[in-house]
């Protein structure tokens, strides 16, 4: 009953994260009703998402003529204080608040079992390469330290655990650690928040 | 911070039915990740959907090279037989059981108020036309009349009151008007039927 074309539309939307063949198909006949020149732009759309890079540093994403990102190319940012994220969308939401004047790495999402896949590995070897390369030989060691570096994982039990995973990769590559604050968030009430939250409040209150 | 090409890609696809800002941003770094050619398949996907047609008699889609879609043009299928579905996965879901033999409308989604808008009435007077030109004429009357018109509307307030206001706009086109039979569903337990399903099976028993 559906024209090949659909059939195929159906097939590849379905496989997108979180779109099942429901919505695909709503989708698909969402598409076929809004005309040939709307329907175009959209096509379009997605075909001009092919000029994105990755960049070669931090591995986020820019549209730039050389390799590198709008952040990694911004000299006024510091090269000794690294916050590593899991996702885009994390630096994205961490950039918004203008108080990270850093460079980055994005890690990509990390299993539950807190093993870095050869991607990740491959990202966090060439974070290794840039500190030495950018950074003051430490006091003690070989190679160059960064000064601090913030495992921006989920503040949940895995994001704990793949944080340490890091941590330990990383250990002679930073003079300092950390995770981002625990609390009780901004408009919170206090009679709402979780035990642990409001355990962790306490003990960093200020 | 984020390149044009995304900014754009999430313009567009926020504004897609069920599809969120933070769904578009999503779906952007997702198809970003798979790489040109993959990424070539989908906005081809997209694009080919501009050659569906859509059905001059039914407006149920089809990519015939005449205007008539697979249902319109099979001989084998009683033209005195109708059912009007509000949307084309409606149609597809009644398909699927090989149980329906007649013809179809499709008139797309109605208000919750019972008014049809322009486009529909447009599409239930292509039906007057349709049944007019084939089906024989009635005893009492100035022009044909199907034998029956299912009006197949959800079986919910709003698609109830949506059938008596189509009901009216064809009450002289069928000698006949229906609706889909209401009960328990297949497999369902009497036990967890709400009472006005168990009212309703009870009424229609069999």
Same mark, same amino acid.
């Given at each position: 009953?559906f024209p090949? !074309? ?34 175009e ?6 075909e001009?998402?092919k000029?994105? !890079? ?6 986020f994403i820019?549209?730039? !003529? ?8 911004? /000299?006024? *940012? *510091? ?7 899991e996702? %885009?969308?994390?630096?994205i ?8 004047n ?14 870095l896949d050869?991607? !990740? ?26 000064? %601090?570096?913030i ?15 890091i941590r /330990? ?5 930073? /003079? /300092? ?12 009430e206090?009679?709402?928040a979780?035990?642990?939250?409001l ?8």
């Amino acid at each position: 009953l559906f024209p090949d !074309q659909i059939k195929k539309f159906i097939e590849i939307f379905s496989k997108l994260p979180s779109i099942g063949p429901r919505q695909a198909t709503r989708l698909a006949f969402y598409f076929i009703s809004i005309g040939k020149n709307n329907l175009e732009e959209i096509s379009n759309a997605v075909e001009n998402l092919k000029n994105i !890079q990755i960049c070669s540093n931090c591995f986020f994403i820019h549209s730039n !003529q050389d390799n590198l990102c709008n952040i990694c190319s911004d /000299k006024n *940012r *510091r090269k000794d204080l690294v916050m590593i994220v899991e996702k %885009e969308t994390d630096l994205i939401s961490v950039e918004r608040t203008k108080k990270f004047n850093g460079r980055d790495l994005v890690l990509g999402e990390m299993a539950k079992g807190g093993i870095l896949d050869s991607v !990740q590995k491959l990202r966090i070897g060439q974070l290794k390469n840039f500190i030495q390369k950018t950074c003051p030989e430490p006091a003690k060691g070989t190679h160059g330290a960064a000064e %601090e570096i913030i495992i921006a994982t989920n503040l949940t039990t895995y994001g704990d655990l793949n944080a340490l995973v890091i941590r /330990k990769e990383l250990s002679d590559f930073s /003079k /300092k650690f950390s995770r981002l604050g625990r609390g009780i968030p901004t408009g919170g009430e206090i009679e709402f928040a979780d035990e642990e939250t409001l355990e962790q409040a306490i003990e960093r209150r200020s």
